[in-house]
């Protein structure tokens, strides 16, 4: 008996796909399986039995950098003063992507001010508050049965594959969990991936996970990760054994983030990153979180990201973004491998689904 995905939604934020024995076909109905289905066109409340038996989301940690920081992003050429409204400024940040961590502020005149460093105050004009994303990918207690991924923008599945939904087709949010049961491909060679009891994506709406055997130059007993270029994903071994699984965001095509082999050579938990100063994509940004420099050639690194929330494309200048609490948890959970963590940056080839 094969099994199928239900879905489940908490305040805005993912909750885990749960996963339930299917029932025998003259008692399903499809109002029973879905909250919303075309064909039946009900709605139904249900509540169902969650057994989290392969896929969980990892135990808060009590020291984590996630919402212990304020960050914002500083207008092009603003002003940094001395104290709030007062005298001349004391530099000007220049033009670029920068990022600061706002320590406090204060209302003068009727005007905010933020504290972004010791010294030094921004007027509300010049900066922007930023919203870190939540999204967390998943701890893997075993190995995992078939592929999964995530919904990378919101979708409405289909029956059959290369078919348009029905009007009144459930909406799959972005960063929805899914599993992958089949996979075929159509006429103009896109891939639809079956994600349970004959519901149908386009290739072009997830992000998929594959267990992959370790790379040759992997011991038996070594930890390592995977940043798979073509999904966007990521995923932490132990050994054969796939422990982690998230989205990311790794170089632009202009800033390609390099193939190949490396282990991580120096980490910090917070940490400045700054680039191309005096060219158009000069960056400058505070306090990045988790930190794993591993291609020592490009100064390349896993790191947690607070600026952007578009895990599942590319959207980095080389280095591969993590949501912060991916970061985190691959930063300590590393922090006891038996030696410095290996990352394989490779590109997959999706047809392998078909095989």
């Not at 984590?64 to 603003?78: C, E, V």
């Not at 033009?95 to 204060?106: K, Q």
Request: hydrophobic share 40%; with cysteine; charged share 20%.
């Amino acid at each position: 008996m094969f099994r199928i995905i239900r879905f489940a939604f908490i305040s805005g934020s993912l909750a885990l796909a749960f996963i339930m024995p299917a029932p025998p076909p003259s008692e399903a109905s499809e109002c029973s399986l879905f909250l919303r289905d075309e064909a039946a066109s009900c709605t139904v409340e249900f509540e169902p039995e969650i057994r989290n038996e392969i896929f969980v989301t990892p135990e808060a940690v009590d020291n984590s950098l996630f919402g212990k920081r304020i960050y914002a992003r500083l207008a092009d050429n603003a002003n940094v003063y001395p104290g709030p409204g007062q005298g001349i400024p004391v530099r000007n940040v220049g033009d670029g992507f920068l990022y600061a961590t706002v320590i406090r502020w204060e209302k003068v005149n009727d005007e905010t001010w933020y504290q972004i460093n010791y010294g030094e105050y921004v007027h509300e004009d010049d900066i922007l508050l930023v919203t870190v994303s939540d999204f967390q990918g998943v701890q893997i207690l075993h190995q995992p049965e078939r592929s999964f991924g995530w919904v990378v923008q919101n979708v409405q599945p289909s029956r059959q594959p290369d078919t348009e939904p029905g009007p009144s087709a459930i909406v799959l949010d972005r960063y929805t969990f899914i599993e992958i049961y089949d996979a075929v491909q159509d006429d103009d060679e896109w891939i639809w991936y079956d994600i349970g009891n004959g519901r149908w994506v386009k290739q072009t709406f997830v992000s998929v996970v594959d267990v992959n055997p370790r790379p040759t130059e992997v011991g038996p007993n070594e930890f390592w990760t995977e940043v798979d270029l073509y999904e966007q994903t990521f995923a932490a071994y132990e050994g054969d054994r796939m422990v982690y699984a998230t989205l990311i965001s790794s170089g632009l095509n202009r800033w390609p983030t390099r193939e190949g082999i490396f282990q991580v050579w120096e980490r910090f938990k917070e940490y400045k990153m700054s680039g191309a100063e005096g060219k158009v994509d000069y960056y400058y940004l505070e306090d990045v979180p988790y930190i794993m420099y591993f291609d020592q050639l490009n100064s390349i690194a896993l790191h947690g990201t607070y600026w952007h929330d578009r895990y599942g494309y590319k959207h980095s200048h080389g280095c591969v973004n993590m949501p912060i609490l991916d970061a985190e948890w691959v930063f300590n959970w590393s922090a006891n491998a038996p030696s410095d963590l290996l990352v394989w940056v490779h590109t997959s080839d999706p047809n392998d689904h078909l095989n």
